[in-house]
């Protein structure tokens, strides 16, 4: 087995120059949007402006996908030092102070992904004072969502819709570390209790006896009864759908990151070894883990590109050596697939990622780029790349 100052130098050569790109893309791409929002999923590989949506015009701040451009900006100024990438970002984090103080669209534990790297980012890089408080603010909005005594953060919806009470998903994990820096900056006991209710309960109920994972749990909002796992965007109820075990692995990484529990790291260690057993030769996934290399089934680029990141999170917080030299030789590859299959020829596209799958049952964004993939990607870059790099999560 190589070092990882081996494993360094064979893969510089290739992601050095796969930054470059992503920043010369974001680059690119600021004036096209400017103050508004590209669409979740490209069209042939160029992204629309957001498309108009009930009382939201086009180019709107609504969904849980539009803190990824803010996102890789921010990516994008720590790597470049440029001001323009900064200016950018930090006009998005006043808009998303806007819709939090308006309530436009926050029905959702998505709060998380957006705020995180809307508000939460620029008050790590900047101390942005602003922005610390509309996080604070949206940990509190978040936290409406906490139900007891299932002890779980409802996903979608109002609290009060009879199809979604009482639902959460794996996806919910990434939604946890809002609440977590709530926590470390106020103190606050209820954030740390929520987050260690919430990803306990998703530990026992939404991953398998295989180490596979549901999508989605409902538990009884009344009782807090487990219920049954299901699919939103899956193949099938018991099939494992990629993105949604990617998104073990980076959760339940950062779930240890903050509480210590062991078993949280054993939770992410056995959502890596079953994502990384059903990949097909080439190391770019299926859109569901129930495809191998005889299907001719989309792939879901963006599954790697979090899985890779998870991995270089999960090499962070490992205190076993081997195992973290393990996990990071792990999320190379992952990476280096990314790199070599599904991006695109530089000024070619709009995304950092082809060959992406948002909700293929829906046909939704199927072989696209998406927001979150390009994200995912450029965080996965930016972790090989530095080390030293300090997430927004």
Request: charged letters at 25%; hydrophobic letters at 40%.
């Amino acid at each position: 087995m190589s070092s990882p100052s081996s494993a360094d130098t064979r893969t510089d050569a290739l992601f050095a120059p796969a930054v470059d790109a992503a920043l010369s893309t974001v680059r690119r791409n600021i004036p096209t949007f400017d103050r508004l929002y590209p669409a979740d999923t490209t069209d042939g590989g160029r992204y629309p402006l957001r498309p108009a949506h009930g009382a939201f015009a086009e180019g709107g701040n609504y969904g849980w996908t539009t803190s990824f451009w803010p996102g890789m900006q921010w990516l994008a100024y720590e790597r470049s030092g440029d001001d323009a990438f900064r200016t950018a970002a930090l006009a998005h984090a006043r808009d998303f102070d806007r819709r939090l103080r308006t309530g436009e669209d926050l029905d959702t534990h998505d709060i998380g992904f957006l705020y995180t790297l809307a508000s939460v980012a620029p008050w790590r890089l900047l101390g942005d004072e602003d922005a610390r408080q509309t996080a604070i603010a949206a940990a509190d909005q978040l936290m409406t969502r906490f139900l007891e005594p299932a002890g779980i953060i409802q996903a979608w919806g109002d609290l009060a819709d009879p199809h979604q009470r009482g639902r959460t998903i794996i996806d919910s994990l990434m939604n946890m570390p809002l609440l977590m820096w709530a926590y470390e900056q106020t103190g606050q006991e209820r954030y740390v209790d929520a987050v260690r209710r919430h990803t306990e309960q998703l530990r026992v109920h939404i991953m398998r006896g295989d180490d596979s994972t549901f999508h989605t749990f409902y538990w009884d909002p009344v009782t807090g009864e487990p219920l049954r796992g299901a699919t939103e965007q899956g193949a099938h109820d018991d099939s494992c759908w990629a993105r949604g075990q990617a998104w073990g692995i980076y959760g339940f990484a950062m779930a240890y990151r903050f509480t210590g529990d062991e078993r949280m790291l054993d939770a992410a260690h056995r959502c890596a070894r079953y994502f990384l057993a059903h990949l097909p030769a080439d190391a770019v996934p299926y859109w569901d883990l129930v495809y191998g290399d005889d299907s001719d089934a989309p792939r879901d680029s963006s599954a790697g590109a979090i899985a890779a990141a998870g991995l270089f999170e999960l090499a962070r917080v490992e205190t076993d050596a081997d195992r973290a030299q393990q996990a990071d030789a792990d999320a190379r590859r992952l990476l280096a697939a990314l790199v070599a299959d599904c991006a695109p020829e530089p000024d070619t596209a709009d995304t950092l990622l082809l060959h992406g799958v948002y909700d293929l049952p829906k046909s939704n964004g199927v072989d696209e780029g998406n927001l979150w993939g390009d994200y995912f990607y450029f965080e996965a870059l930016t972790r090989a790349t530095n080390p030293d790099w300090t997430p927004y999560w």
